[in-house]
Structure formats: structure tokens, C-alpha cells
């Protein structure tokens, strides 16, 4: 059972970036999926939420400038990141929740994640 995000990266102020999380050894079309940051001195927060049928959540901080997706055929999530901001920059995980599976919620234990990725918006 494995998360697998993609490579971060170093983007300019107003540059966009896609994240991916590809999911092995479960069937990811059951459940929901998270995405998580942590930026530097920062208690980690979740950021947005896609649940097993498709429906999206975002914390106000990047709603309207990041959207969540799914294709389940590639068992595969991704967050598009437009509008990026200095503020975005921090390591960010994905994440499922193998008992609660299928809702978002923050209450959740989300007890399986990714490996962090490194996302830096500078100038």
C-alpha cells in the first residue's frame, strides 16, 4: 500500500505547477484523498480534499487558485496549482484514511501518506 507523489519544484510568483499522488496496492476509486502542506516553521494543514465520488474541498487559503481531480483508471489525484504565491511555498503530502475511507473531513486520522514533495514559489 503506497502513495506516490510527484516531484515538486521551483516556480515564480504567479506560475503554476501540477502535483500527482498514484496510488498502489488499493483500489483508490473507494476512497478519499487529501492533499497536506507543511511550510517552514508552520504546523501542517490540509489544503483540499477530493472524496471518493469526486467531490472537492478547499481551504480558503487556495480556493479558486488550486483544483483537485481524480482519474481512477490511473489510479492517479492531482492538484493543479495556479497563481502560486510565496506564501504556497512548503512540503506537501498526500493522503488517505484506510478506516474512514471514502468522506473528506479533517477530523479524519488520515493514517497513510506520501512521500513529502518540496514546493518552492520565489522569485
Given at each position: 500500500v503506497q502513495l506516490q507523489a510527484s516531484e515538486g519544484g521551483l516556480v515564480q510568483p504567479g506560475g503554476s505547477l501540477r502535483l500527482s499522488c498514484t496510488a498502489s496496492g488499493f483500489t483508490m476509486d473507494y476512497y478519499a484523498i487529501a492533499w497536506?502542506?507543511?511550510a517552514p516553521g508552520k504546523e501542517r494543514e490540509g489544503i483540499s480534499c477530493i472524496s471518493d465520488n469526486g467531490n472537492t474541498y478547499?481551504?480558503?487559503s487556495v480556493k479558486g487558485r488550486f483544483t483537485f481531480s481524480?482519474?481512477?483508471s490511473k489510479r492517479t489525484v492531482y492538484l493543479q496549482m495556479n497563481s502560486l504565491e510565496p506564501e504556497d511555498t512548503a512540503v506537501y503530502h498526500c493522503a488517505t484514511d484506510?478506516?474512514?475511507?471514502s468522506r473528506c473531513g479533517w477530523d479524519k486520522r488520515w493514517d497513510t501518506w506520501g512521500q513529502g514533495t518540496l514546493v518552492t514559489v520565489s522569485s
Open positions: 497536506f502542506r507543511q478547499y481551504e480558503d481524480r482519474d481512477n484506510f478506516y474512514d475511507y
